[in-house]
T-cell receptor, first 110, second 115 residues
Framework: DAKTTQPNSMESNEEEPVHLPCNHS???????IHWYRQLPSQGPEYVIH???SNVNNRMASLAIAEDRKSSTLILHRATLRDAAVYYC???????????FGKGITLSVRP | DTEVTQTPKHLVMGMTNKKSLKCEQH?????MYWYKQKAKKPPELMFV???????INESVPSRFSPECPNSSLLNLHLHALQPEDSALYLC??????????????FGPGTRLTVL
């Protein structure tokens, strides 16, 4: 499975935008980029996913580099509730296995 | 209904006990998954069911026995567990089993403690 690399942690201020980076230099043409987050004491929660084009939904935006070797999850206005571990995961079109890495721990300051 | 439910929320069992974890979804999803998550670690895939048939077993010990009685229900039968099996057990489902374009929906998990 193609690997992703994320920083260990990031801090942000409440009500400010947050950009969470993910590197995936060995991504293949059929790999989808998925983001999940896990709040303390909860199961993982789907955030967003994309293949080639940038994606927006009610939770976040996903910006995918033109060469697809990196992507950025954008939370437009961080809230305290967004403090969580965010996982960037690659999934091939032929196999829906989610292989979680260590993820990035986002802290939000009031 | 976009929810995956899991019961029980917490379970304490001895090493000689037999217990079962239950997972249910009513979204019409045809893929269901079991994950195991140790404290401060990411979730690890255990099993994948595709159209009610076991399609992936990630070399899980036989003391864990999955079962998919129908398209909405997934069980994990536990027998002769070890204390190191204590973890959060997560169930998930997705619309299609072999397609990266579909997201997975996770349940809240069952916190298992083996004494």
């Amino acid at each position: 499975d193609a690997k992703t690399t994320q920083p260990n942690s990031m801090e942000s201020n409440e009500e400010e935008p947050v950009h969470l980076p993910c590197n995936h230099s060995t991504i293949s043409g059929t790999d989808y980029i998925h983001w999940y987050r896990q709040l303390p004491s909860q199961g993982p929660e789907y955030v967003i996913h994309g293949l080639t084009s940038n994606v927006n939904n009610r939770m976040a935006s996903l910006a995918i580099a033109e060469d697809r070797k990196s992507s950025t999850l954008i939370l437009h206005r961080a809230t305290l509730r967004d403090a969580a571990v965010y996982y960037c995961i690659l999934i091939t079109g032929a196999n829906s296995k989610l292989t979680f890495g260590k993820g990035i721990t986002l802290s939000v300051r009031p | 209904d976009t929810e995956v439910t899991q019961t029980p929320k917490h379970l304490v069992m001895g090493m000689t006990n037999k217990k079962s974890l239950k997972c249910e979804q009513h979204m019409g999803h045809r893929a269901m998954y079991w994950y195991k998550q140790k404290a401060k670690k990411p979730p690890e895939l255990m099993f994948v069911y595709s159209y009610e048939k076991l399609s992936i077993n990630e070399s899980v010990p036989s003391r864990f026995s999955p079962e998919c009685p129908n398209s909405s229900l997934l069980n994990l039968h536990l027998h002769a567990l070890q204390p190191e099996d204590s973890a959060l057990y997560l169930c998930a489902s997705s619309q299609h089993p072999l397609a990266g374009e579909y997201e997975q929906f996770f349940g809240p998990g069952t916190r298992l403690t083996v004494l």
